[in-house]
């Protein structure tokens, strides 16, 4: 089974990204075919600084490899080494209903808090439906975010067939309902948006500032705590597996419990959790050429898959005479 997904590179990465997304990825490389990629394109409707993009695609690229993605085990590319995509992009374009992209949150989201709107923003799911279908792509892992720009893959899918025959595999969302939205220190979505990040890679006295400022409730030491609408819980909880939440689930119901001694657990979970990734990312950092090649050597992968797939819809939208 193929299983795709791709990251933007911008920015520092928080836990939401790494359980809501990166984790599950990187485990499918084990057992099924894995195609993952780094979507710089898409990374150009937030960001119009060409050094940056450069720079948070090379460590984008270091995050992934460091925290255990095998490009022997997977197909792992930078978007825009395979151009094909921006033509599959404006085929799909047509089998894609205004009012499709109109109804998308997250471009509302985004023109609510502010955003300029243009074309790219708009036009944004019909890239992604592009990437994943130009790969056949059977499943496709995302974070609850991201469910709705997958209907779209699936409705432009299902209408391109229509007209054409079974070309494009119709792709699956995966939405692990687990970690489906990891929270922030403030209980929202953990979002770079919301600036209510723990990130990763983080020196020791940020990532314990960071930790530090989960917002908890005032109910006094000497009460019973309720797990289930607590920041920190909620967050610790994805470091541990399912005993050590049945007693985490104890200490928090037995009163006593100070939210700052949990705060400082979770502080050396994570620090721990996370120290030999931030070696491993600074090695790959320090060798850029030998980033550049890995690259290189995926996008070759990939464009294979994607030409074959081209190839059938050039030709089945007369663009080969
Ligand atoms: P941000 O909201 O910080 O800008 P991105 O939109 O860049 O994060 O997210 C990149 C990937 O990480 C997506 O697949 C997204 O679904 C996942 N993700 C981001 N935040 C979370 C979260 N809080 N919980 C679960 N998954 C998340
Ligand atoms: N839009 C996704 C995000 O911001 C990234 C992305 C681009 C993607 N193309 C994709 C995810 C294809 C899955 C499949 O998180």
Redesign the pocket.
């Given at each position: 089974m193929r299983v795709l997904s791709g990251?933007?590179p911008?920015g520092s990465l928080?836990l939401?990204?790494f359980?809501?997304?990166m984790k599950k990825m990187i485990d499918y490389q084990e057992h099924e075919d894995l195609f993952c990629f780094i979507a710089n394109y898409h990374a150009m409707t937030s960001l119009a600084d060409g050094k940056s993009l450069a720079t948070g695609t090379l460590e984008a690229a270091a995050n992934f490899l460091a925290l255990g993605l095998d490009p022997e085990k997977s197909t792992f590319w930078v978007q825009s080494d395979i151009p094909e995509v921006q033509e599959l992009t404006w085929i799909l374009s047509n089998f894609t209903p205004m009012g499709l992209l109109e109804r998308c949150h997250s471009y509302k989201d985004k023109v609510a808090q502010g955003v300029k709107p243009n074309h790219g923003l708009f036009a944004y799911p019909v890239l992604m439906a592009a990437d994943i279908l130009l790969f056949q792509s059977d499943k496709v892992p995302?974070?609850k975010?991201?469910k709705q720009h997958l209907e779209v893959a699936r409705d432009i899918a299902i209408k391109y067939n229509n007209v054409y025959g079974d070309v494009f595999t119709v792709p699956e969302p995966e939405i692990d309902e687990d970690?489906?939205?990891?929270p922030?220190l403030d209980g929202r979505?953990?979002?770079?948006?919301y600036g209510n990040?723990i990130d990763l890679f983080l020196d020791e006295k940020a990532l314990r500032k960071q930790v530090m400022r989960i917002v908890t409730d005032p109910t006094p030491v000497e009460e019973p705590k309720n797990p289930k609408t607590c920041n920190v819980f909620q967050i610790y909880r994805l470091f541990l597996d399912q005993q050590g939440v049945e007693e985490l689930t104890q200490r928090y119901l037995t009163p006593g419990l100070r939210y700052g001694d949990v705060k400082q657990e979770l502080f050396e979970t994570t620090r721990d959790f996370f120290a030999p990734y931030t070696e491993r990312r600074k090695e790959f950092l320090s060798d850029p050429g030998g980033l550049r090649k890995t690259l290189a050597t995926g996008a070759e992968k990939a464009r294979y898959i994607a030409n074959k797939t081209l190839r059938k819809v050039r030709k089945k939208g007369g663009l080969i005479y």
């Open positions: 990251i933007q911008s928080h939401g990204n359980f809501g997304m995302v974070g975010d991201q970690v489906a939205t990891v922030g979505k953990m979002s770079k948006s990040t």
